[in-house]
């Protein structure tokens, strides 16, 4: 019976991990939002400049790392669609447990190139509706992702750059650095998701106090408001970057299917009404129950202290 029991049990934790992938990948725009992604992407392709880098490490920790130094690492079109791109290979990487979003040069992002900005809104109003609803598609993709992920701001996180942050499990900020939600100076509001994250994170208040007054949040205000967990010592890129690497080691550490749940049942308590967050509890507790870091956890039994 045993010998039966395994391939059946194999095949509910494909079919069951199937079904949580699927939900993850869904995209919250399509057709019937007016949303024409191969459009926008042809549109974005043509404000190209920087790039989006992934560096996969042996330890199941992901580097992702906005390089448009010279803009202080604002999105081009082309970089909104690497992103993407990036975002598409971190779903498919099976051995990721946690992932540091950082920007080169020393500082985070100041938001949209205003270039690319300023040709689409003086093209078809729906371009600029669609560039919206592709970049809240991506990041709601990156926040869905099993890794838990980690914004290392230093410098200025600015506008766009603001909510990309909002989009990572957690933010940590070096010293000097500031996270800034800009929009209404730009006669805008956040486009990206950022404004519906940060209500999440530090609750409407504080959410209408950083949007109405587009207030510098500096790292002991951040720390204040919930919005980061930790100011780290050094601002020197290199350095920061291994202390937000041994920061993240906390939570990674351990058997990659274990974390990536983990990952997973947060996902589902935050974004799910209960009963729908309970079985999809319960599906995922389905993938690891009597898996080898169970069987090995039970083996060594150890006592509760």
């Known amino acids: 019976f045993p010998e039966m029991a395994l391939p059946l049990w194999k095949n509910l934790l494909q079919t069951t991990k199937k079904r949580i992938l699927q ?14 992604e191969e459009l926008i992407k042809k549109k974005l392709q043509q404000f190209s400049g920087g790039s989006i880098n992934l560096s996969k490490e042996d330890n199941g920790i992901g580097i992702l790392t906005l ?19 990036r975002v598409t290979e971190l779903e498919n990487w099976k051995d990721g447990k946690g992932l540091i979003i950082h920007g080169a040069g020393n500082t985070f992002c100041s938001g949209s190139d205003l270039n ?20 809240q598609n991506t990041l709601t993709r990156l926040m869905r992702l099993p890794l838990i992920s980690v914004a290392l701001v230093q410098g200025k996180a600015f506008g766009g750059g603001a909510e990309l942050t909002t989009a990572c499990d957690f933010r940590l ?42 207030a510098r949040v500096d790292p002991e205000r951040a720390l204040r ?29 351990g058997p990659t299917s274990v974390i990536r749940a983990v990952k997973q049942v947060v996902t589902a308590g935050r974004e799910l009404p209960l009963e729908a967050a309970l079985r ?17 956890a039970l083996v060594r039994r150890p006592k509760h202290k």
């Open 116 to 135: 690319a900005v300023k040709e689409i809104s003086n093209s078809q109003a729906s371009d600029g509706m669609n560039m919206c609803m592709f970049m």
């Open 173 to 214: 900020m070096t010293p000097g650095s500031e996270i800034r939600f800009v929009h209404k100076h730009m006669g805008l509001v956040p486009g990206w998701g950022g404004a519906a994250r940060l209500v999440r994170i530090v609750g409407s208040g504080a959410a209408l106090q950083l949007l109405g007054g587009a």
């Open 225 to 253: 408001l919930g919005l980061s967990e930790e100011t780290l010592p050094s601002s020197d890129e290199t350095r920061a970057l291994g202390e937000a690497r041994a920061w993240l080691s906390q939570y990674t550490e």
């Open 67 to 85: 390089n448009h130094p010279k803009l202080m690492n604002a999105f081009t079109g082309t970089m909104m669609v690497e992103l993407q791109e």
């Open 280 to 296: 999809t509890e319960k599906d995922i507790f389905g993938t690891v129950w009597g898996g080898p870091a169970n069987l090995q």
């Open 23 to 36: 939900q993850r990948r869904l995209s919250l725009y399509n057709g019937a939002h007016g949303y024409v």
